[in-house]
């Protein structure tokens, strides 16, 4: 399977703890885009990395989260501190530039990881 | 008010029925349009672009409508498989590509 995975699939924690996601998005796609989804709600955008470079944040991100994508390829979503309204669907999609392999418009979403903040 | 808005349904669809509906985007520099479909629980899978002059995939025909801002999706011969959220989902390439979603319609099919 050469789709996006994220890992861990489930997670629950206690408010205050901090947790981490990963995501793997397709192999050789140099854009990779984070979005939270909350229940009855279409996802929204947080962040995006196009390489290594981080370019843009949403308001969404507070200071407790932080992504990274260190060599452009995997990237790691941190949240510091979980609060309760931290519970959601975190999507992890990936794109690529190249229009031979879907362009940047063409986004391919992993299954997400399911936060749950008790 | 939201970026893009749709109703959210339910629509409740006869097997067999055909079954369509808009949603409305407010940014008017949006560029590309496209249909998703969400089962529950799941992540969001791409169902089609949409294009200005309209376009048709199998059952599925999606509309756009640059003047009114909106765009539309129709289903034919509704299957019970169609049973699913369809998210409508604008993005603009100065905006980094990053995609905004409506909050979805939910389709349900009956027998």
């Known amino acids: 399977d050469t789709g996006v995975s994220q890992d861990p699939r489930h997670k629950i924690t206690k408010r205050g703890q901090n947790v981490t996601f990963r995501c793997d998005p397709i192999?050789?796609?140099?854009?990779l885009y984070w979005y939270r989804q909350t229940l009855g709600q279409g996802p929204e955008f947080l962040t995006y990395?196009?390489?290594?470079?981080?370019?843009?944040k949403s308001r969404l991100l507070s200071d407790r989260f932080s992504a990274e994508r260190p060599k452009g390829s995997f990237s790691t979503l941190e949240i510091q501190r979980t609060e309760q309204g931290d519970s959601a669907m975190y999507l992890c999609?990936?794109?690529?530039?190249?229009?031979?392999?879907?362009?940047?418009?063409?986004?391919?979403f992993g299954p997400g990881t399911r936060l749950t903040v008790l | 008010r939201k970026e893009v808005e749709q109703d959210p349904g339910p629509f409740n669809v006869p097997e067999g029925a055909t079954v369509a509906f808009n949603c409305t985007y407010s940014?008017?520099?949006?560029?590309?349009f496209f249909w998703y479909r969400q089962d529950c629980r799941k992540e969001p899978k791409l169902l089609m672009s949409?294009?200005?002059s309209g376009n048709e995939d199998g059952r599925f025909t999606a509309q756009l409508n640059r003047a009114s801002q909106y765009i539309s999706l129709l289903i034919r011969d509704s299957k019970l498989s169609d049973s699913a959220t369809y998210l409508c989902v604008v993005n603009r390439a100065a905006a980094g590509n990053k995609l905004t979603f409506g909050g979805g319609t939910r389709v349900l099919v009956k027998p």
């Open positions: 999609a990936s794109s690529s530039n190249f229009p031979e392999r879907g362009g940047p418009n063409k986004q391919f």
């Open positions: 192999s050789e796609h140099n854009r």
């Open positions: 949409v294009y200005s």
């Open positions: 990395f196009q390489n290594e470079a981080q370019l843009e």
């Open positions: 940014n008017s520099a949006s560029q590309s």
